[in-house]
């Protein structure tokens, strides 16, 4: 059965309460959704795996990715969709290395939106819509900025795409912009 995005974003209620968590979800989805156009595949199918790919952190944190896959199990989600969720922990939580191009994907962008959130709530304007590649390299290279953020992840997860940094951090930029309200990064722009 191929869930559909209302099914997913029922799920992830389900299982959070934490609006940073929702939002944080929603942020993620937002980006794959970007990368999935920009690579010509699924955009529906890779915005619920983006949505969905910390179903259990908020009840389970020390569970994670191993009682999402026996959640999305339950449900009978498709092992391509799991499979791609529990990858984005490998090395973490999970020995699960990502191999496709969408398991690649979530798991280089999903510690990058955690620090672009956070150098937009540090914003005057407290937007995405404004953010520059350049102000997101400089948060970037200071350690201390959004240090829960791992940034070796980001890096092994754009070595295995093969793609330039800064196209990989422009194209999150955008693919957040596309989505802003939606993701909470509207600001008051």
Do not use: G, P, V, W
């Given at each position: 059965m191929k869930p559909t995005r209302e099914e997913a974003l029922e799920l992830?209620?389900?299982y959070n309460e934490s609006e940073?968590?929702?939002?944080?979800a929603k942020q993620v989805e937002?980006?794959?959704?970007?990368?999935?156009?920009?690579?010509g595949e699924d955009v529906e199918k890779w915005g619920i795996v983006g949505l969905c790919h910390d179903l259990d952190y908020e009840k389970y944190p020390e569970e994670h990715c191993i009682?999402?896959?026996?959640i999305l199990e339950e449900n009978n989600w498709p092992e391509e969709y799991i499979r791609a969720i529990i990858s984005h922990g490998w090395d973490s939580c999970v020995d699960v290395k990502p191999e496709s191009l969408m398991e690649k994907t979530l798991y280089t962008i999903d510690e990058l939106t955690g620090i672009i959130n956070a150098a937009?709530?540090?914003?005057p304007s407290k937007s995405v819509l404004d953010l520059?590649?350049?102000?997101?390299?400089k948060?970037?290279?200071?350690k201390k900025f959004a240090a829960g953020c791992d940034r070796d992840i980001i890096l092994n997860g754009i070595d295995m795409l093969e793609i330039d940094k800064n196209i990989i951090f422009e194209e999150t930029i955008k693919g957040l912009q596309e989505r802003a309200e939606e993701c909470g990064l509207k600001g008051n722009l």
């Open positions: 992830l209620l389900e940073a968590l929702i939002q944080h937002a980006a794959m959704m970007h990368f999935a156009s920009y690579f009682k999402t896959k026996e937009c709530l540090l914003r520059k590649l350049k102000s997101l390299n948060k970037f290279k200071d």
